[in-house]
Protein backbone atom coordinates (compact mmCIF):
# COMPACT_ATOMS: atom_id res chain seq x y z
CA UNK A 1 0.00 0.00 0.00
CA UNK A 2 1.04 3.48 -1.15
CA UNK A 3 1.50 5.86 1.89
CA UNK A 4 2.39 9.40 2.70
CA UNK A 5 2.85 12.06 5.18
CA UNK A 6 1.76 14.80 5.00
CA UNK A 7 1.70 17.84 7.70
CA UNK A 8 0.29 21.32 8.56
CA UNK A 9 2.08 23.40 10.85
CA UNK A 10 2.18 27.49 11.73
CA UNK A 11 4.88 27.29 13.97
CA UNK A 12 6.93 23.98 13.76
CA UNK A 13 5.80 21.57 16.38
CA UNK A 14 3.79 19.35 13.71
CA UNK A 15 6.67 19.97 10.87
CA UNK A 16 8.91 18.41 13.36
CA UNK A 17 6.99 15.68 13.90
CA UNK A 18 6.24 14.87 10.75
CA UNK A 19 10.33 14.87 9.42
CA UNK A 20 10.82 12.29 12.63
CA UNK A 21 8.28 10.21 11.58
CA UNK A 22 9.21 10.57 7.66
CA UNK A 23 13.27 9.39 9.41
CA UNK A 24 11.64 6.29 11.23
CA UNK A 25 9.30 4.98 8.36
CA UNK A 26 11.26 6.30 5.27
CA UNK A 27 7.85 7.19 3.92
CA UNK A 28 7.51 10.10 1.82
CA UNK A 29 6.92 13.25 3.53
CA UNK A 30 5.04 16.74 2.18
CA UNK A 31 3.62 20.08 3.64
CA UNK A 32 -0.28 20.22 2.77
CA UNK A 33 0.19 23.04 0.42
CA UNK A 34 2.50 20.90 -1.74
CA UNK A 35 0.52 17.71 -1.21
CA UNK A 36 -1.46 17.70 -4.25
CA UNK A 37 -3.63 15.09 -5.53
CA UNK A 38 -3.38 11.83 -3.36
CA UNK A 39 -4.96 9.57 -5.58
CA UNK A 40 -3.44 6.05 -5.15
CA UNK A 41 -2.23 7.02 -1.90
CA UNK A 42 -3.79 3.97 0.44
CA UNK A 43 -3.00 5.30 3.56
CA UNK A 44 -2.14 9.24 4.64
CA UNK A 45 -0.77 10.02 7.96
CA UNK A 46 -1.52 13.73 8.37
CA UNK A 47 0.23 15.65 11.23
CA UNK A 48 -1.21 18.95 11.79
CA UNK A 49 -1.45 21.71 14.59
CA UNK A 50 -4.90 22.71 16.16
CA UNK A 51 -6.05 25.97 16.52
CA UNK A 52 -9.08 27.04 17.06
CA UNK A 53 -10.77 23.70 16.74
CA UNK A 54 -9.47 23.16 13.35
CA UNK A 55 -6.24 21.12 12.07
CA UNK A 56 -3.98 23.28 10.10
CA UNK A 57 -4.51 22.63 6.61
CA UNK A 58 -6.38 19.61 6.45
CA UNK A 59 -9.41 21.53 4.88
CA UNK A 60 -7.28 21.45 1.94
CA UNK A 61 -6.13 17.99 1.75
CA UNK A 62 -9.57 16.52 2.95
CA UNK A 63 -10.94 16.68 -0.48
CA UNK A 64 -8.03 14.88 -2.54
CA UNK A 65 -7.87 11.83 -0.35
CA UNK A 66 -9.23 9.06 -1.71
CA UNK A 67 -12.66 7.64 -0.81
CA UNK A 68 -11.16 4.11 0.10
CA UNK A 69 -7.71 5.38 2.06
CA UNK A 70 -7.50 5.22 5.80
CA UNK A 71 -6.05 8.23 7.41
CA UNK A 72 -3.82 8.90 10.24
CA UNK A 73 -4.70 12.06 12.06
CA UNK A 74 -2.06 13.33 14.25
CA UNK A 75 -3.33 16.39 16.02
CA UNK A 76 -0.63 18.50 17.82
CA UNK A 77 -1.47 21.27 20.06
CA UNK A 78 -0.89 23.18 23.51
CA UNK A 79 -3.84 21.33 25.07
CA UNK A 80 -3.20 18.24 27.76
CA UNK A 81 -3.68 15.23 25.67
CA UNK A 82 -4.32 13.56 29.16
CA UNK A 83 -7.45 15.58 30.57
CA UNK A 84 -10.54 13.70 29.28
CA UNK A 85 -12.43 16.79 28.76
CA UNK A 86 -9.51 18.14 26.23
CA UNK A 87 -9.94 15.00 24.22
CA UNK A 88 -13.50 15.65 24.01
CA UNK A 89 -13.73 19.00 23.08
CA UNK A 90 -10.83 17.92 19.96
CA UNK A 91 -13.03 14.99 18.87
CA UNK A 92 -15.97 17.06 18.68
CA UNK A 93 -13.72 19.37 16.56
CA UNK A 94 -12.58 16.53 14.08
CA UNK A 95 -16.13 15.59 13.67
CA UNK A 96 -17.07 19.02 12.88
CA UNK A 97 -14.21 19.22 10.46
CA UNK A 98 -13.99 15.49 9.49
CA UNK A 99 -16.96 14.17 6.90
CA UNK A 100 -18.32 11.33 8.52
CA UNK A 101 -17.35 8.92 6.10
CA UNK A 102 -13.86 10.04 6.46
CA UNK A 103 -14.13 9.85 10.45
CA UNK A 104 -14.89 6.47 9.97
CA UNK A 105 -11.93 5.17 8.51
CA UNK A 106 -9.96 8.00 10.63
CA UNK A 107 -7.26 6.65 13.32
CA UNK A 108 -6.95 9.65 15.68
CA UNK A 109 -3.55 10.21 17.78
CA UNK A 110 -3.38 13.62 19.85
CA UNK A 111 0.38 15.04 20.13
CA UNK A 112 1.76 17.40 22.80
CA UNK A 113 2.81 21.47 20.86
CA UNK A 114 5.47 23.82 21.80
CA UNK A 115 4.86 27.26 21.86
CA UNK A 116 7.31 30.32 21.93
CA UNK A 117 5.75 33.38 22.81
CA UNK A 118 8.18 35.41 20.49
CA UNK A 119 7.21 33.87 17.27
CA UNK A 120 3.21 33.67 18.09
CA UNK A 121 1.02 36.21 15.43
CA UNK A 122 -0.83 38.78 17.43
CA UNK A 123 -4.14 37.04 17.40
CA UNK A 124 -2.39 34.01 18.86
CA UNK A 125 -1.09 36.13 21.65
CA UNK A 126 -4.25 37.61 22.10
CA UNK A 127 -5.73 34.46 23.32
Known sequence: MKSLIVYGSQYGSAARYARKLAELTSLPLTGYREAGDLAGYGCV???????????????????????DARLLLATVGLADVQDPENIANIQKALAAQLPAAVLARTTVFHLRGGIDYEKLSLPHRAM
Open 45 to 67: VYLGGLYAGGVKGLKTVLPTLPA
